[in-house]
């Protein structure tokens, strides 16, 4: 045994002497096609670099369609007083546009567990946009309005910012729905608690943060297999009637229920109801804007359409309508008369789905990019383990 392990040290071979750090290595001579040059040793190889995961299109599809019925909602919103229609249609879309939004945010929230780099992009793409679209909204109101005393406030959401506020919050306590037992459970008791607090008041809107908070947990436990469900031909033929009786119902209720109760940001109290009508108006909002919510995905097409691309800019299309949206209030354009004729509501439809559709394309996006998507790698200390992965690659 002694004489077969000296023989095996002596076979070694001996360690270089210790040298300046090499160049790094190019590939010549078809070296990159067929691996590494004769002689050099296997590990000093470039390593390969993973694939990038494609994008789903079934989500940005979703994303998409989403997005054209917020801006259709709004545009209908000063149509109902004189159209039934319209307030049906209106009702209808609100059931589920929204928590459509939030089921699949936290769909895509899932792997949060609050690391530097996820803290960035929370920052960056949530924060950030916040705090300038807040204080945009504001000086627009002012000078749209001519409200030049309106004041800044980012603890109360002006308009569409609310969403991103709610975002922030939701996305900041994913790894603790990721550690309860019963987390949807927990997140409707949260909602049906929060319906019935006229006390929490204005700041971030935690009125809807808390009552819309179980379509977000949701999505944190749906997976791939889930969405399949609803993707099948089954599911859109069984989607036909459930979407009928919702409209029927929509038509009925629209003069003999206050919309706000979809909007959730009021508690029953401060609605002129009794604190019970809250926990009975959480759990059935929450059914039917799921059972709605699986009808719409029911119908999204999974493969690439020609606005497939445009869900990646849904956010710039969200914030940025608001504008045109608001606008069109202080500037009293829904006063034409032309606009409350059947003709004119199908054009004030239109026009709403064309503009939100431009407000997505990717021009759009590169202009609004600095505030939508800001780099800021001025603001954060250098990830020292992202950096080392870095220098070990190269």
Request: proline share 8%; aromatic share 14%.
């Amino acid at each position: 045994m002694r004489q077969e392990l000296q023989s095996r040290t002596a076979a070694r071979t001996p360690l270089p002497p210790a040298a300046e750090p090499a160049a790094p290595h190019r590939p010549e001579n078809g070296e990159a096609r067929h691996g590494p040059a004769p002689g050099r040793p296997p590990e000093a190889a470039a390593p390969k670099q993973p694939k990038e995961k494609q994008r789903d299109p079934y989500f940005d599809n979703a994303k998409y369609l989403a997005i054209v019925l917020v801006a259709l909602g709004h545009s209908w919103e000063p149509l109902r007083d004189g159209s039934r229609a319209a307030g049906a249609l209106y009702v209808f879309v609100y059931t589920f546009h929204m928590p459509a939004f939030m089921v699949i945010s936290g769909y895509f929230s899932r792997s949060f567990q609050g690391k530097p780099h996820q803290l960035k992009r929370l920052l960056t793409g949530v924060a950030v946009p916040y705090v300038l679209f807040e204080v945009a909204y504001t000086l627009f109101k002012r000078w749209a309005d001519d409200d030049p005393t309106y004041p800044i406030s980012l603890l109360d959401p002006w308009y569409l910012t609310w969403f991103l506020g709610a975002l922030f919050i939701w996305r900041l306590t994913t790894p603790l729905w990721k550690t309860v037992r019963w987390p949807v459970a927990l997140a409707l008791a949260v909602a049906v608690l929060a319906s019935i607090s006229p006390d929490i008041g204005d700041d971030m809107d935690l009125q809807r943060v808390l009552q819309f908070l179980p379509f977000f947990v949701i999505g944190l436990f749906l997976k791939p297999e889930h969405f399949d469900l609803v993707r099948g031909r089954r599911a859109r033929l069984l989607s036909l009637p459930v979407m009928a009786v919702a409209l029927v119902v929509a038509y009925w209720a629209v003069e003999r229920m206050n919309a706000a109760w979809f909007y959730h940001y009021n508690s029953a109290q401060e609605m002129g109801a009794p604190w019970w009508v809250g926990v009975i108006m959480t759990f059935a909002l929450f059914g039917c804007s799921m059972v709605l919510t699986a009808c719409f995905l029911a119908w999204v097409p999974g493969r690439h359409m020609w606005f497939t691309a445009l869900g990646a800019g849904t956010l710039y299309g969200y914030l940025l309508h608001g504008f045109v949206a608001k606008g069109s209030r202080f500037g009293d354009w829904y006063e034409v008369d032309w606009v409350h004729t059947p003709l004119g509501a199908i054009g004030v439809t239109c026009i709403a789905a064309a503009l939100i559709t431009a407000l997505c394309t990717p021009p759009v996006q590169r202009v609004f990019r600095f505030a939508m998507e800001p780099k800021l790698g001025w603001a954060f200390k250098e990830d020292a383990s992202a950096a080392a992965r870095m220098r070990v690659r190269s």
